[in-house]
């Protein structure tokens, strides 16, 4: 069950996604998944966050193939924050599982994360990023953010998704509109792992009010040396 109550959603339409399909003639139609918004359970969280600048989040994606694919978010990148290294993420898979596909902006890492219920997925600074929906079972996933943040959508829009295409037939499938000296797709899984201190250790709602483990959010250039310890690297 999510901590906080899922109402009034932003609906991401599957028309959406078409700028960022496999198959650009791909037919469907109606929603493909929701997202809830700076959620809070009372106002005294609501509060906290405002004042540190922090977003909590929920996505809710259903069980579905699209033209083959395993659906799948649009994919951002994160812009800049005012210390000049671009702003981090952190989801929280609560239900279901979850592939996170992370490429760096200048295409020297690509990398597929896999999650499980419970398990956090910290985006690096620098990573742009698209979340899949590997099963036929609901996703729900958690997310905290900078609300000094906005996504930037442009970058995968510009090359018709991301680096790799996931299909529900087992096939990972080089995008081929990106050059040909791009990295092979290396996996990293993180079930069973834990994030080095000081970034989170618990569920993400559980971290509202520890202003110490939620530093990183709007202050990602201090946290170069402790990105480096993350299971995505060791």
């Known amino acids: 069950m999510p901590p906080v109550q899922l109402i009034n959603p932003d609906i991401r339409d599957f028309t959406e996604l078409l700028s960022v399909m496999a198959d650009p003639d791909c037919k469907s139609e109606g929603p493909a998944y929701e997202m809830f918004r700076d959620l809070a ?8 966050l405002m004042q540190h600048k922090v977003r909590y989040d929920i996505t809710r994606i259903p069980g579905r193939v699209i033209c083959g694919e395993w659906i799948k978010t649009k ?6 924050a005012p210390d000049g290294f671009a702003y981090t993420e952190i989801y929280e898979v609560l ?5 996170y596909l992370l490429q760096k902006m200048d295409l020297s890492d690509i990398i597929l994360v896999r999650a499980r219920k419970g398990d956090l997925v910290l985006i690096p600074p620098g990573y742009g990023h698209v979340t899949i929906n590997s099963s036929k079972e609901t996703l729900l996933m958690a997310n905290l953010v900078s609300s000094e943040f906005t996504s930037d959508y442009l970058p995968f829009e510009n ?4 680096a790799y295409y996931l299909f529900a ?3 990972t499938v080089k995008n081929p509109r990106y050059p040909d000296s791009i990295p092979a797709l290396r996996e990293a899984t993180c079930h069973g792992k834990t994030l080095p ?5 618990v569920t993400l709602y559980s971290c509202i009010g520890d202003e110490k483990s939620l530093a990183f959010l709007n ?3 201090s946290f170069m040396e402790e990105y480096k310890k993350l299971y995505l690297f060791t």
């Open 197 to 201: 201190l000081p970034f989170p250790q």
């Open 41 to 48: 359970k009372n106002d005294e969280d609501k509060n906290w």
């Open 95 to 99: 239900e279901g599982e979850a592939l």
């Open 159 to 162: 090359m018709q998704g991301a």
């Open 219 to 221: 202050a990602p250039g």
């Open 169 to 171: 037939d087992g096939r």
């Open 75 to 80: 994919g951002h990148y994160h812009q800049s």
